[in-house]
Each structure stands twice: as C-alpha cells, then as structure tokens.
C-alpha cells in the first residue's frame, strides 16, 4: 500500500477500555456487559495479531512496541479489571444506559489507543472511515461527479462545479443549481456530508436530482459512474506562461499532470507556475513520479525510521525540466507538497514563491487490520535532496509574498501575479 501524507488531523476523543466488577455490576453486568468485555478484549487481541503479522512482513526491525502490556508495568488482568469496573459502574449509574452503542464503545477504544499516542497523524479508521480514506487516496469513486457547496447562512446545498463528460453533465445539470431532493429524499436540514453519501453509489445505478434553476423545478436523472477527481487544472497565461494548479496527490494525480504538462509543452510554453497552495498532501509513489518529469539525476527525497534505517528514491534526469519555473505555496501547503517544493528548491530546478509551508516531514503508513479497519501509523521522518529535515518549519520560500484580498476586485490573486511575473523576468534573462 502506498505511504500517504495528510496535514494535521483532528483526533478523536479517547475510547472507554471496558472492565467489569461482578459485585458491583450485579447480574446484569455479568451476562450482558462480561460479554461485551470478553469480546472487546478478544477484538484487540486479534488486532494486536494481525498488526504484528504486518509488522513482520514488512520487516520493519525491533518488534512490537508493547512490553507485558503497553508499559509492562500493567498486566493484562489489570487491564480487564478495570474495563470490567468501569462498564459496571456504566451499567449501573449512567443515566442513558439504553441508548449505549456497544459497537462504539469498541471502536473507541481502538481510537483511543491511537490518540493517547499524542501524534497528530497516527490515527485509527474505522470501516465507514476506511473506505473514505481509500476512496480519497486513489481519487476514484462511483458517482456522478459533480461538486457541491453549503452555505454557512441559509445551508442550501448548490453544484459549484460539472466535470466533463461526467454522468452529471449527460444528466443536464449545471453549476449554479441549488439541489432540494435527492431521490425521495429532502436535503433541508441535512448535511453536506449526508446528502453527498446519498448522490454517490453503486457504479450502474441512478439517481434523480430535483433543483431550482432560475426559479424553476427542474429533475434530472443520472447514472452513476467511476468518477476520478480532477486534481489537476491547467491553462495558458499571457506570455506563454503555463500555468497548474495540482490540489493533492492521488493516484490519479500524475496522469492529469502528465497530461498537462505535455498540452502546455504542445502550445510552445516558455515557462511554467505550479501552483501548490492549500494543498494538502497524498502520495509518496505519485508525488515523487511526477518530480521525475522535472527534476535533474540524483535524490528525490530520503526517509529514515526509527532504527536508522534509510531509504532513497532517486530521479534519472532523463525528463530534466529546463525552462524557468516558479512553484506558489502557502501556509497549507503541506507534506507530499513539501516534498516536491524541496527537492525543487535543492536543485535550482525553479524558484519557489509564497508563504513557508506547513512543516510536516514525517512519513506515515497506512496498515490494513484485516477486517474493513485500518491504522495510520507514523513510521518515519523525511528529508529533502540535500538531507535537510522540514518537520515543524516547513519549507521557506525563495520570494515571500503574502497574499492580500482585494475587495475591489475579489478574482485578483497577488501571489499567482508575482509568480508570473518571476517566471516572466526568467525568460527574460
């Protein structure tokens, strides 16, 4: 499975590690919550094993990181002492008792054991976050693909936005239209998050999108299709100048920049802007693929865990990007985004402009619980082709410029404006 980097996520509330105290539980703990404990710490035992296989596969050195139990200074009969106490005391005092969801309170702990790691970016998905995550990673999904907003003063859910030759497109939908229904389903009062889930679905089914057009009613049908995200938009600027916006690294992302790159190169392009702001991150494999179609022969970046061991990926030269180039960040512009703004400013290969980055150079590793769940786990930190370490500085930009909005004329973008324009001063050398 691929590494993926991803900015800083919120983590979850620590989960409940259940136990059960028979004299203070009573009969009903015994038979409702004792099963509930025995199967909770079956549930980590087997997670606890299938991750080490993993471990081991991978051969990644030292073993795993529990002693006896977590420090070793708790065995595991404290560990179901205290769970079963605690769900007793639950079962006995807690005031919405009928309203527990066991299959929470599992997962919590399995979250919870994450969180109280303190990092920022180990994060344990549950099935439904799981396959999110996977879906964002490839940028592939069955749907329609049409893009949606809600506004923050009236939550009116309106299309912002219709790929091309997509389901949404042949259904005759367009950017602008505010969607009421989803099927038989009204969308006031829901959340962006829910409707979406409802407009996505098995690739060959449809769904019928009822909207508000210029005051009118308009139903449309769709049938749902593979869907990939456009992480990539491209245009010509004024003096030859290409421009690409890459807005995170999925799998499906070097193919579009390839795709761009080599349009722009067939319109006689004279320089190039990459513009990488707000973007997040993604791949490790699509991120160091598409520095390969630009960068000279040497180190594209190297990372190194916590045994010392080092890796690198390295770059042949063969697509050595020669032209003048200017790469714009900000200070979202994060992790896979470093990486390329790093080995881009370590080679000269261009100059970068906009705010320091975000400052995550730390390698995370997505590992597959066997069971629709999955763990993202911090593995290694990251270093530019000159073996400088971003975490916690991020990278600095050749040519700062803040961006400042002009309420005058809100389109203007002062930070793209000073990229061309050092792009333009280069062609002119």
């Avoid at 299709?225 to 004024?238: F, G, L, N």
């Avoid at 004279?270 to 702001?277: E, F, Q, W």
């Amino acid at each position: 499975m691929d590494q993926k980097f991803e900015p800083e996520q919120e983590l979850k509330e620590p989960g409940m590690e259940e136990k059960a105290d028979e004299a203070v539980a009573g009969g009903s703990a015994r038979s409702r919550r004792g099963k509930f404990v025995r199967g909770v710490l079956t549930g980590i035992g087997a997670s606890l094993l299938v991750l080490c296989c993993i471990w081991a596969a991978w051969n990644l050195a030292g073993g795993w990181p529990f002693g006896s139990y977590a420090s070793g200074k708790v065995s595991e009969r404290d560990v179901e002492q205290k769970l079963n106490l605690i769900n007793a005391l639950v079962d006995r005092y807690y005031l919405y008792d009928d309203e527990i969801d066991e299959d929470q309170l599992i997962e919590g702990i399995y979250s919870g054991y994450t969180g109280a790691l303190g990092d920022p970016y180990t994060t344990y998905y549950d099935e439904e976050d799981t396959e999110a995550l996977m879906e964002s990673t490839s940028g592939e999904f069955s749907g329609i693909g049409a893009t949606m907003s809600q506004s923050i003063q009236d939550g009116k859910i309106t299309v912002t936005s219709v790929y091309a030759d997509s389901p949404a497109e042949e259904a005759g939908l367009r950017e602008g239209d505010i969607l009421y229904q989803v099927d038989g389903r009204e969308v006031a009062g829901e959340s962006l998050e829910t409707v979406v889930s409802w407009v996505k679905g098995k690739k060959g089914t449809e769904v019928t999108l009822y909207v508000i057009r210029d005051g009118d009613k308009l139903e449309f049908t769709a049938v749902r299709d593979t869907i990939q995200v456009q992480t990539v938009e491209y245009e010509m600027k004024e003096g030859e100048i290409g421009y690409i916006r890459v807005s995170e690294f999925d799998t499906v992302t070097y193919e579009q920049f390839q795709t761009a790159l080599e349009a722009l190169e067939n319109q006689n392009m004279k320089g190039l802007v990459i513009d990488l702001r707000n973007n997040p991150g993604g791949n490790l494999n699509t991120v160091t693929d598409m520095l390969k179609l630009l960068l000279p022969k040497g180190t594209i970046v190297s990372t190194k865990d916590k045994n010392g061991n080092t890796e690198e990926i390295t770059c042949d030269g063969e697509h050595e990007f020669k032209k003048p180039l200017a790469v714009l960040v900000n200070q979202n512009s994060a992790s896979a985004s470093e990486i390329f703004t790093g080995a881009v400013q370590d080679y000269g290969t261009g100059i970068i402009v906009g705010t320091t980055t975000y400052g995550k150079g730390v390698v995370q590793q997505l590992m597959d619980l066997g069971d629709g769940t999955c763990l993202k786990l911090t593995i290694a930190e990251y270093y530019t082709p000159s073996g400088r370490s971003i975490n916690g500085t991020g990278v600095e930009p050749d040519v700062e410029v803040k961006y400042v909005y002009d309420a005058d004329n809100p389109e203007a973008d002062n930070q793209l404006e000073k990229a061309l324009d050092v792009v333009k001063e280069q062609i002119g050398k």
